[in-house]
């Protein structure tokens, strides 16, 4: 998760769309308000 949070950040223009995926409600209550600093579209799913 780490890694990936950090590619994500090193190119932080490239994604249009995310889509996390997790059993976790914490993870994707912090994917939809992490969501408002990130362009492009945030979807998390369980």
Known sequence: MLQDALVGLRHPLSWHR???V????WISNV????SALIPGEV???K
């Open 18 to 20: 995310i889509a996390v």
């Open 43 to 45: 979807k998390a799913f």
């Open 31 to 34: 994917a939809q308000q992490a």
């Open 22 to 25: 997790t059993s976790h409600d």
